[in-house]
């Protein structure tokens, strides 16, 4: 495809662009073009064709770089170089009288590690968007600006099937050799984000970099903790602690130095947001810059965050410098503390537990959570989420080598890690409660301060995990599952069947893991 950089250059000088453009100008835009509307307080707010990822419409072109390092299974599917090319010509072909807008940003606050990228795109409010999730470079950088790699994203063009390959009319097509990504046929900005993060999960393991779905914090003496966790689990919640500086909420790598964010911004879940909980996040769907993706406005263009009636998958997209506490540069030293969180519906797993090394790569590479009865159609009663390394649309690599790297990188600079539960106890989902914030902050703070490295442990029977006897300020009949269960040996069935779950989601990723993370499976089949 030697004329493709060509044809693109072709592009921006023919069609109507707008090239880096100001906050205001894309406000301005955005209206003219009827994307949206302003909100109480200044946010832009707008509607999307697909209220979130189109995971099964994202395809990798096979070829001599990855035929034999993506891992072809799950969300990594291949597309043809020649399907790639056609598609790409027919788009290029397409988008000569559009108005277009371009932003030159880079991916990473590390210098030594980022990429840059040439967004292309139809849509002002995705302009903005990138513009808010991405690191946004200084006007000196922006003079010698030159692209790494291009997203070239026009909504309104769609694929026909059965010419070009694709599975339905939405596409999001990655090709690592021309360093491009091509979409269409979808509204939903958060493709722009996960497109990018998936190249850098494939690029830097090849550096010895540790690319990771997680959020961080730092402490006041500059301890660093990473949480991993999927949606619904509290990542973006228990990350932004205003007694710790935020580095970011949810793509991050894990360097030779230490830790940095992939984004110059954060991409809220903001369904029921809490004011008072969460009033740091909360502020940001009142502010100006903000873009409120799928949020309902009442009568006076308030944001009603309680309102799902759209979508529950609601978004605020704004940059990280509308957060109070954030750590400069948004680069901080190694992790202290890792923890996983998952939302157990089941109400088996401990509020924490302290992972083995093996444990830890099994449960990384696991990546549980659970969904509850109402979150999707057909779900009647918990079922299990397995989603690799906390986030496996974006990971194009066998799990297992994510996983050693990561247990690499924790072995090294001692890492402590920990399984948090912030699900249901008691009871599954239906005769249980959830579990207490205020009780997961506590366990949380108690973990990253130290407080539990010379309590004792016990060990829980179903999945070997080791549960502190005593965290401060919470309950000890708390911190046993087993004992919050008035019915011992209902407890015991459930937890039995949610360890055969576990067993056999994870037959599939065997072949590429060492034995003794193997080894480390839950005991009861």
Not at 173 to 182: D, G, P, R, S, T
Not at 292 to 320: F, H, K, M, W
Request: glycine content about 8%; charged content about 25%.
């Amino acid at each position: 495809m030697t004329a493709t950089p060509s044809r693109i250059s072709s592009l921006l000088q023919s069609a109507q662009v707008h090239r880096n453009p100001t906050v205001p100008e894309l406000y301005e835009h955005a209206l003219r073009l009827g994307e949206g509307q302003i909100a109480q307080g200044g946010p832009l707010a707008v509607r999307t064709n697909k209220a979130g990822r189109s995971p099964k419409d994202r395809f990798i072109v096979e070829d001599e770089l990855t035929r034999d390092t993506v891992w072809w299974q799950g969300f990594n599917q291949p597309i043809s170089a020649e399907v790639f090319d056609r598609l790409l010509a027919k788009m290029l072909d397409y988008a000569q009288n559009k108005e277009l807008f371009v932003q030159e940003l880079y991916a990473g606050t590390d210098p030594e590690q980022r990429i840059s990228v040439r967004f292309i795109q139809e849509m002002a409010y995705h302009s903005l968007f990138v513009n808010n999730m991405f690191v946004r470079p200084s006007a000196e950088e922006r003079q010698n600006f030159e692209a790494d790699w291009t997203v070239l994203n026009i909504p309104s063009f769609t694929a026909d099937p059965e010419v070009d390959g694709t599975r339905t009319d939405t596409f999001i097509l990655v090709n690592f050799k021309e360093k491009m990504i091509i979409a269409g046929g979808t509204q939903y900005a958060g493709e722009n984000k996960k497109g990018i993060f998936g190249v850098l999960n494939f690029l830097l393991p090849e550096r010895g970099v540790m690319p990771m779905h997680c959020s961080a914090n730092v402490g006041e003496g500059g301890d660093v903790a990473l949480f991993f966790g999927l949606s619904g689990t509290g990542k973006t919640t228990l990350s932004a602690d205003p007694s710790r500086r935020l580095i970011g909420d949810d793509e991050h790598g894990w360097t030779d130095s230490g830790v940095f964010n992939f984004e110059g911004g954060c991409y809220a879940k903001v369904i029921n947001l809490n004011a008072e909980a969460e009033p740091a996040i909360y502020r940001t769907t009142h502010t100006y810059g903000t873009v409120l993706e799928n949020v309902v406005l009442d009568e006076n263009r308030i944001p009603d965050l309680d309102d799902g009636s759209l979508t529950e998958n609601t978004r605020s997209a704004y940059p990280i410098e509308q957060i109070d506490n954030i750590q400069p540069g948004s680069i901080a030293g190694h992790p202290k503390n890792v923890v996983f969180l998952t939302a157990d519906a089941f109400g088996v797993l401990p509020p924490i537990s302290k992972l083995t090394p093996e444990q830890m790569e099994y449960q990384f590479i696991s990546g549980f959570t659970a969904k509850i009865p109402g979150t999707e159609q057909g779900v009647t009663e918990p079922q299990p989420t397995f989603s690799t390394c906390f986030g496996a649309p974006f990971m194009p690599r066998h799990p297992g080598e994510y996983a050693e790297l990561l247990a690499r990188k924790v072995k090294e600079h001692g890492s402590a890690v920990w399984l948090v539960n912030t699900g249901w106890t008691g009871g599954q989902y239906g005769t249980g409660k959830r579990m207490s914030i205020r009780h997961t902050r506590a366990m949380i703070n108690a973990a990253l301060d130290g407080q539990l490295d010379d309590v004792e442990f016990e060990t829980e029977p179903f999945f070997g995990l080791s549960i502190p006897k005593e965290v401060p300020g919470v309950p000890a009949e708390v911190l046993n599952p087993r004992e919050a269960w008035a019915d011992k040996a209902a407890y015991d069935e459930t937890a039995k069947k949610l360890a055969g779950m576990f067993r056999e989601n994870f037959k599939r990723f065997e072949e590429g893991v060492r034995p003794e993370v193997t080894a480390s499976m839950p005991e009861h089949a």
